[in-house]
């Protein structure tokens, strides 16, 4: 069975600081790898993702992320965070061997200070 | 182009009763999935539609859910009856399939369920 953990429930920055949002995964097979954001009252949001190729992948609102297949991880990243990124962050994956279906980790709220 | 709909947005309701979600994909896309969240843990995956056919059900929790998608288009889910367990919130998405596991899901922005 495959398993998304993201470490930290709830992260703080300031506004301009680094935002760091971790994501490992377990997984028996090569897994295909999102990152999703919910504002409030919105749906979910595909950020990026990462299927083939480069390991290194952008998203929208300045977002990036790097699959390490070394480190089973897939941490999202922005340079400096901006009081609109405070939303709620889900990583996920699926793969091939179980159709289509994403598997959750159980998120990290963001919050930026001003 | 419109996105994923849902309907209600919040539902409240008594243990026992029945309640019915509805989600109206996004135009065209034949795969449907419905996943909930419970307080606090993580969004898990109920069930996948291709067009009108179940595809894969394994995530449906017990015989009280009830999930249809006549004529291949929006897709109704039926809680009968509520339990306590069953609160949380329901998000539907939806994705064209083209390349399966790789698609990009469009998710709806859930129903909150309630049950006292």
């Known amino acids: 069975a495959q398993s998304v953990t993201q470490l930290g429930s709830h992260v703080s920055v300031s506004e301009g600081a680094l935002v760091l949002l971790r994501c490992n995964y377990s997984?028996?097979?090569?897994?295909?790898l999102f990152w999703y954001v919910q504002y409030p009252n919105q749906g979910l949001q595909l950020l990026l993702k990462y299927t083939t190729g480069a390991t290194l992948v952008k998203g929208i609102n300045g977002f990036e992320a790097e699959f390490k297949k070394s480190e089973t991880s897939f941490h999202l990243t922005k340079p400096s965070a901006h009081m609109s990124d405070a939303a709620e962050y889900f990583c996920?994956?699926?793969?091939?061997?179980?159709?289509?279906?994403?598997?959750f980790g159980e998120g990290t709220q963001l919050t930026v200070n001003p | 182009e419109a996105g994923v709909t849902q309907f209600p947005s919040h539902s409240v309701i008594e243990k026992g009763q029945t309640v019915t979600l509805r989600c109206d994909p996004i135009?065209?896309?034949?795969?449907l999935y419905w996943y909930r969240r419970v307080m606090g843990k993580e969004i898990k995956f109920l069930l996948h539609?291709?067009?009108?056919?179940?595809?894969?059900e394994s995530g449906m929790p017990n015989n009280r859910f009830l999930a249809e998608r006549t004529g291949g288009t929006y897709s109704t889910l039926k809680v009968q009856p509520a339990e306590l367990e069953d609160s949380g919130v329901y998000f539907c998405a939806s994705s064209q399939d083209v390349r399966g596991a790789t698609d990009t899901q469009y998710f709806g922005p859930g129903t909150r369920l309630t049950v006292l």
């Open positions: 996920a994956v699926s793969k091939e061997t179980s159709g289509s279906r994403l598997t």
């Open positions: 539609f291709v067009k009108e056919s179940k595809q894969d």
């Open positions: 135009s065209g896309h034949d795969n």
């Open positions: 997984s028996s097979v090569p897994p295909y």
